[in-house]
């Protein structure tokens, strides 16, 4: 069967594939150290846990619900914001998806046309190109400085006249960096000059370890901003839910309109279970949170300066947020005679048995981003391996 030019041209998830691969090679019996996964190792709290059991023994959660997510959620997620924020919005200005992927790549397919440019300032997430290439659009990344962010002025070399939207992601993931609030207003200004729509994935906002917490929302820098800003976010990374799948956009609420219709049409409502148990992590006790938080926190602080250590890993900040570290391998890539990260990546999972992410799927070769969401004892071995590997 002919394939469509859009699945053709679609690059596989460079994350899902790599933690199949360490999964491959574990079944097989080797020891493999997965770092590639990007969710927490955390358990769900049990109160979520408990709320979707009563959900589902009340017969809650039996029918379908409205496509944009119950307005018990809704209500939540305005609740929510205003509380961590002080950004006030109406239940019409939120939709609730199957994850905050979904939001995503429904929001490309409400906003592009086919031509459509997308900044991507990199490094970046790797769906982000894929989704928007899924959409019609052309992915535009643009290169960072030094320290891994961007600026209005390399934002400005960049744009064109077919320029739509810029992705913004603080705390980033491959790289954990945290844009500070002025930062991120001077690219709103710019984005606004431009008349370019925002898209804030802000699904890390919560899990920062230095600074004001949680991070700025692009929604509390200025009304101008806010009026040209879609957020996305989820309940994923925050409280463990990863396989729960419940995100959700908060934007314009012609735009909310819009993605409701479509999704109306794909996924439909996101499962009324999830939805139910949602609503007890948004609005109960946010003790686990900071109890997740304080260990992830923990685990930067001893793994940082061992990876930093190994010689031709360079770290060019210690990460402020999410729960990776995405160093700089290119010395290390010389210095062990390979030419891509692809190549320096497949050597460290079959001869180290560590799996890790290559920078090419996020916009930056000669990085690997590692995930340090798995127990602290693991990753010193984990760094042990890299050191015995590199010596």
Avoid: C
Avoid at 130 to 155: D, M, N, Y
Avoid at 233 to 250: D, F, L
Avoid at 302 to 327: D, E, H, M, S, T
Avoid at 357 to 366: D, Q, R, S, Y
Wanted: aromatic share 6%; hydrophobic share 45%.
């Amino acid at each position: 069967m002919q394939l469509s030019q859009r699945a053709r041209a679609v690059r596989p998830s460079a994350t899902l594939k790599t933690g199949q691969q360490a999964a491959q090679l574990r079944a097989q019996g080797v020891d493999v150290i997965n770092l590639s996964v990007g969710q927490p190792d955390y358990p769900t709290p049990t109160a979520i846990r408990e709320a979707a059991v009563t959900a589902i023994r009340a017969n809650q959660v039996n029918s379908y619900t409205a496509t944009a997510g119950t307005l018990e959620l809704r209500q939540a997620i305005v609740q929510r914001l205003r509380a961590t924020q002080g950004v006030t919005v109406t239940t019409d200005q939120v939709v609730v998806t199957t994850g905050a992927k979904m939001a995503l790549y429904a929001l490309f397919q409400i906003l592009l046309d086919p031509g459509d440019e997308v900044l991507l300032p990199a490094p970046y997430w790797v769906s982000y190109a894929e989704q928007v290439k899924l959409a019609g659009g052309r992915p535009i990344e643009v290169a960072p400085t030094a320290s891994l962010k961007v600026t209005p002025e390399q934002l400005a070399d960049a744009v064109t006249p077919a320029t739509k939207a810029i992705v913004l992601n603080s705390p980033q993931n491959p790289s954990g960096l945290v844009y500070t609030a002025a930062e991120l207003r001077a690219i709103g200004e710019w984005a606004v000059a431009h008349d370019l729509i925002i898209i804030a994935d802000e699904i890390y906002g919560e899990l920062v370890y230095a600074g004001p917490v949680p991070v700025s929302s692009m929604l509390t820098l200025g009304d101008s901003i806010a009026a040209h800003t879609i957020l996305v976010n989820g309940v994923s990374k925050t409280y463990a839910m990863t396989g729960w799948r419940i995100g959700y956009a908060v934007g314009p609420v012609d735009v909310m309109t819009a993605l409701k219709n479509v999704l109306s049409h794909m996924t439909g409502n996101a499962a009324a279970v999830s939805q139910a148990a949602a609503v007890a992590a948004l609005t109960g006790d946010q003790t686990p949170v900071t109890e997740m938080k304080d260990g992830f926190k923990q685990r930067l602080d001893v793994v940082y300066p061992l990876l930093a250590a190994i010689p031709g890993f360079k770290l060019n900040a210690k990460p402020q947020g999410a729960f990776y570290l995405f160093p700089d391998v290119t010395e290390a890539m010389a210095m062990k005679g390979y030419t891509t990260t692809a190549e320096f990546v497949t050597a460290l999972l079959n001869e180290a048995h560590i799996a890790v992410v290559t920078g090419e799927a996020f916009g930056l070769p000669g990085h690997i981003r590692m995930s340090y969401a798995t127990d602290l004892e693991t990753l010193k071995v984990a760094m042990q391996r890299l050191k015995k590997f590199m010596d």
